[in-house]
């Protein structure tokens, strides 16, 4: 596998070339997304809608038009822990594929939770600790986010409570530790600490929980008092925005390697991690610099994208959020526990929605097995474990890898290895005995769910 | 916690400006070491009894009086997948403990297997490869050395055996699975797999193993094939010469930063990690350009260097392997199960042990609990959360940073994070629910397990 020839691997960037702006995709569309609604009045969302949930630094950051947005001194200096983060050349994956194409993966692993997700959870916790916030509330289903909070609350020593979907918070206690490390307390949802959680437990003593139902009871915690705040990690645009840090980088890292994307691909569960990858490369493809396809790619157990409907839905399960133009598979949507990972939620980031809806961007589901079939031929040739999430992505990649081996093509091909499996090597287990599965979601299930969205006048 | 003050915080370099070269400290001492023996004649080892567990060039490494061996392209060429590794400064650990100190951290968890270990697997794979070797053999305890192992081997396509610690191999499954990801296949150890683990299972099924058995098993079996070598992870002065190249890393890094070390600071269990980051400070200070003081931290439950013997013992429990000379607690030691981690192994490299001997490194033990304190300040602060073996050199880090607190002193303190702790995350649940206890070796045990070390004319 290896040659000796001195390839460069990783195209890294100094902490004095680390960006210091985030790009906000929405100034470059040519039409803006829908707003989000107020879930009784059905009207616009203004900012006192928002305000009991969130510091008004980052209300502004949801609603501006503005194209950058500066990053905080007190920001950066928490980046400097991990970022710029390295963006790799595939050499040896090249070589096991025997393809003529060009891998190049930008890894977020590197950051002290493990994912992308610290991109977020970090400036989400400074403007809260500037507004004089002494506690987040947060929930988390695989556990990467809730993990990303926790150690940005660390930093700017504040409180974090987090409700674990109550299926992952009894078979994940090793991510429990992880953010009890950082300080975070811990509740399994639904909870007898909310009074949503309360009644589905009456209901149900042994529920498993879901996204949605955990997003319900932190979104509660915070509106109840006026000292905390709830966070998102993901879907929201202030959330992207975050994000876009990957893809500024990504873009100078190859500028760096002298090459030209043919193909992004991203993996999406609420969005964030293809936002934050693709956003700037759509801004250059948009100015006509360059002409890359970019593709989502989501489990086929919860195809948000491409078997999902546009249109208003609820964020939570509970329904208390304002309503979202997206794709979504409908909000009281529970992914079948068979499906190992994260990228479990029912909708997907109203931009990422609108980008694919404006024909921007194109998305394909794939099943579980393909992706760990492709997390083995990474690990074993990249050496870094993937989270499963990822492996989304990297399946991707690999089968246009062989489609240019196919035919004689040597595409230029970008993708985010957003986290490390370290935390998640129950499902490699899985997968190695051959007990996992494939689960293809049935049309009857989403339509059954999507009985219960609003329909708007 | 954070101030925006834009201090840097990672100090980088270019895969061009990764050393080429490892260094061997033996050039440099004013002694040599003394001789590994022949079990049975007593006489110096030479070439010919090592060769049927070493390929040619990791012989020749051993013995070598050479100050300088090139690293081969081939490393170079997997080396890139993280090294050069970074060098932090640890402003936030500072602000928290409120010192004048400077302390730096080498951080080695950045490698694919999350260690230092790599460091070494891989060069051994890679000569084993030349060689035209099929197949290693190795053991593992806490599971670092085996998943690097496993990491190195799938990158030269060679097959990976190896034999787990019991007690690990039933508490650990991640750790198992880790390995298997890369390829490796495990056993339990002891094993059913060589006469020497049978003869233990017979005694007691139940039989939780300890690294010494492990390696007996693991040499037993590369012995009996010629297409099949062995690899040692720690100890060997190979294996510290492969690891010089953190402390040549680390010393470029330092000059970027502008500093002069006044500690260095490092954890012991076999002494790699160790002889690692220290050899080439050592270097500068017996060359009369540093005068740093270099501190060994140990385990107060595994405390070879401050307890333990400095004679001639086994590297094993069975007795296959040549005889050391170096600080042991008696090949038949098994640590107690209520020390979590590694650093478990009953003897310390001779190189390391040697230069102890000499007087040019001093050691300190430090019980578990203080570790993990530590371990918690520091993934608060700095965000990584450590493997429990560096939990001791930061715990003797911060010791010496609060010193510095009293003394107004602002010495420059360097240490090696050799690894993150995401596949250890028991051991802080154990610390974290207030279950963790301390234990000090009693001398009475040591006494007994030095009974059966051969006493040489």
Request: with cysteine.
């Amino acid at each position: 596998m290896t040659t000796g020839d001195g390839a460069q691997t990783k195209f890294l960037l100094d902490e004095s070339e680390m960006p210091t702006q985030w790009y906000n995709v929405i100034a470059d569309l040519p039409t803006p997304p829908p707003p989000p609604l107020h879930p009784g009045t059905h009207e616009p969302v203004g900012p006192d809608d928002l305000a009991p949930l969130f510091p008004i630094a980052l209300i502004e950051q949801e609603v501006t038009g503005e194209r950058y947005v500066d990053i905080p001194g007190g920001v950066l200096d928490v980046y400097r822990l991990w970022r710029p983060s390295p963006l790799y050349r595939a050499h040896r994956l090249e070589r096991l594929l025997d393809t003529p194409a060009k891998i190049f993966y930008k890894y977020e692993g590197v950051s002290p939770a493990g994912s992308h997700k610290p991109n977020t959870s970090v400036p989400q916790a400074y403007y809260n600790h500037q507004e004089g916030i002494r506690k987040l509330t947060t929930e988390t289903g695989a556990g990467q986010w809730g993990t990303a909070l926790a150690f940005a609350a660390a930093q700017y020593g504040i409180e974090c409570e987090i409700w674990q979907v109550a299926a992952s918070y009894r078979a994940k206690p090793h991510r429990r530790t992880m953010m009890e490390i950082y300080g975070a307390t811990l509740h399994s949802s639904p909870s007898e600490v909310t009074e949503y959680g309360r009644s589905l437990l009456a209901a149900n003593p042994e529920h498993t929980g879901s996204l949605g139902i955990a997003i319900s009871e932190a979104v509660a915690m915070a509106a109840a008092d006026p000292g905390t705040r709830y966070a998102l990690g993901s879907v929201l645009n202030h959330v992207l925005l975050h994000q876009t840090i990957i893809g500024e980088e990504a873009l100078l890292q190859l500028a760096q390697a002298g090459e030209t994307p043919d193909l992004l691909v991203g993996c999406t569960g609420g969005g964030s991690n293809f936002g934050g990858l693709a956003f700037p490369f759509l801004r250059e493809k948009l100015a006509g610099r360059i002409d890359p396809t970019i593709r989502c790619v989501e489990p086929a157990a919860c195809p948000s994208l491409t078997k999902g409907e546009y249109r208003y839905d609820f964020g939570d399960t509970g329904g208390l959020t304002p309503l979202l133009k997206m794709h979504t598979l409908g909000h009281g949507f529970i992914p079948e526990p068979i499906h190992a990972g994260g990228l479990r939620y029912h909708g997907m980031a109203p931009l990422v929605s609108h980008v694919h809806d404006q024909g921007l961007v194109e998305a394909v589901a794939i099943p579980q097995r393909e992706c760990f079939a492709a997390a083995l031929q990474f690990a074993r040739s990249e050496g870094i474990v993937p989270a499963p999430e990822p492996t989304h992505a990297l399946a991707a990649a690999i089968r246009e890898a062989l489609a240019c081996k196919e035919a004689g093509e040597s595409k230029v091909i970008v993708t985010a290895l957003c986290g490390h499996g370290h935390l998640d090597l129950a499902a490699y287990e899985q997968y190695l005995s051959g007990e996992m599965v494939d689960y293809e979601l049935p049309d009857a299930e989403i339509a059954a769910a999507m009985a219960d969205v609003p329909v708007l006048a």
